[in-house]
C-alpha cells in the first residue's frame, strides 16, 4: 500500500472527524475510485482505516481496535468472494455477447424471402423465445410454384443453429420449388442423418402450392400437423401425413397428400411454440387457436399471423416459453 494512500486518507478521515460536511463525503467518494483503479482490497481499505484512527483517536479503547481485526478477516472472505462474482457476471457478459454474435450470424445466414405469387397471398412470423431461433422455415419459389419448409429443432441454443444450417444446406441443394415434398424430405433426412449428433431430432413440414391448379401438396417428418380452413364450409380440418422426425434413420417412406384451395381457403403452418402455448390455467387448446384464426380471417396473411401471435402471446401473459412460428397461405 503506497504511502501516498495512507497520507492521503488519514487527511480525508481528520476532515470528516471534524466537520461531518458533504464535501468531506464528495472526497472520500473520490478517494474510493482511486482505490478501484488500484485494485486496493476491502482488507487493506479497513488496515488504512484502522492506522489512521490510531493516529488521531489514540484514547479509543482495546475492544475497538479488537474488532478492527475482526472486520479484516470478514473483509477477506468478502473479497474474494466478490471477486468471484465478478468474474462471473464477466463470462456472463461475454457469453450474452458471443450470443448476440451468433443470433445476428444465424438470422443472416438463414434468411429468407417471402416470395409474391399472384393468387397466393402469403404471411410469415417467427419469433425466438431466446436469443437462438430453434425454429426454421424456408422458401423457394419458381413462376407458378411455392414451396415452403417450416421445421423446429428438438433442443435449443447453438447445437439447435448448427442444425439449421444443414437443413438450409440441404434445401439450397434441391432443383427448386417444383421438387415433392417426400423427395425433399427425404434429402434433408439423409443430409441430417449424417452430419448431426444421435441426440439432435428435427421435425419438419414441406409443402408446394401450384397457383396454376390452386392444388396444396405436403408431407411430414414427425411435424406439427397444419390446418386447412375451407372457406365455403366455415371450418378447420387437420393436414396428417405420417413420417419420421429426420435424422433418426436413413432411409424413411414418408407420406404425401394433396387437397385444392377455393377462394379464401387458407392452409396454417405452425410449430409447437403455436399449439403448444401456456396461460396460467394451462396449455391453450386448438379450439381456441382456431377462434383466434378465425376471427381475422377476412385479413391479409401477414396481418393474420402477427395478430394470432400478438393474442397467444396476451393469453400467455406475454411470457413467451418457446420459439413461435406461423405461416399461412391463402389463396385469394
Given at each position: ?73 470478514v ?32 438470422q ?92 439432435m ?26 390446418l ?22 436413413p ?75 406461423l ?6
Amino acid at each position: 500500500m503506497p504511502q501516498e494512500f495512507k497520507r492521503q486518507y488519514r487527511e480525508i478521515l481528520e476532515q470528516y472527524t471534524q466537520r461531518q460536511t458533504e464535501h468531506n463525503l464528495y472526497e472520500g467518494q473520490n478517494f474510493s475510485r482511486q482505490l478501484i483503479q488500484k485494485n486496493i482490497s476491502p482488507e487493506e481499505v479497513i488496515s488504512i482505516h484502522k492506522a489512521s484512527l490510531e493516529e488521531l483517536m489514540p484514547e479509543l479503547p482495546n475492544n475497538v481496535w479488537h474488532s478492527f481485526d475482526l472486520l479484516i478477516e470478514v473483509m477477506i472472505r468478502y473479497g474474494l468472494a466478490l471477486k468471484e462474482h465478478q468474474t462471473l457476471i464477466k463470462k456472463q457478459e461475454n457469453f450474452r455477447m458471443e450470443m448476440e454474435l451468433a443470433s445476428n450470424v444465424q438470422q443472416t445466414l438463414l434468411k429468407t424471402k417471402v416470395p409474391e405469387m399472384n393468387s397466393l397471398d402469403i404471411g410469415m412470423i417467427s419469433v425466438p423465445a431466446k436469443e437462438m431461433n430453434g425454429d426454421y422455415t424456408h422458401f423457394l419459389n419458381d413462376d407458378t410454384t411455392v414451396g415452403i419448409a417450416v421445421a423446429d429443432v428438438i433442443g435449443k441454443g447453438i447445437p439447435a443453429a448448427l442444425c439449421m444450417s444443414m437443413i438450409k444446406y440441404g434445401m439450397d441443394s434441391l432443383n427448386g420449388a417444383e421438387t415433392e415434398p417426400i423427395v425433399v424430405l427425404d434429402v434433408i433426412n439423409r443430409i441430417v442423418e449424417k452430419s448431426v449428433s444421435d441426440s439432435m431430432f428435427i421435425s419438419m413440414f414441406y409443402g408446394t402450392y401450384d397457383t396454376s391448379t390452386s392444388v396444396f401438396t405436403y408431407a411430414s417428418a414427425g411435424h406439427e400437423p397444419p390446418l386447412f380452413y375451407c372457406a365455403k364450409s366455415n371450418s378447420f380440418s387437420e393436414l396428417q401425413a405420417k413420417g419420421l422426425l429426420l435424422g433418426v434413420i436413413p432411409n424413411v417412406k414418408y407420406e404425401q397428400h394433396s387437397i385444392s384451395l377455393g377462394k379464401d381457403d387458407f392452409v396454417v403452418m405452425m410449430t409447437d411454440g403455436v399449439t403448444e402455448c401456456r396461460s396460467k390455467e394451462g396449455f391453450i387448446d386448438q379450439k381456441t387457436v382456431m377462434d383466434i384464426i378465425e376471427s381475422v380471417r377476412d385479413q391479409s396473411a401477414q396481418d393474420m399471423v402477427e395478430y394470432v401471435f400478438h393474442k397467444l402471446e396476451e393469453l400467455q401473459e406475454f411470457e413467451q416459453r418457446d420459439d413461435f412460428t406461423l405461416v399461412i397461405f391463402k389463396k385469394k
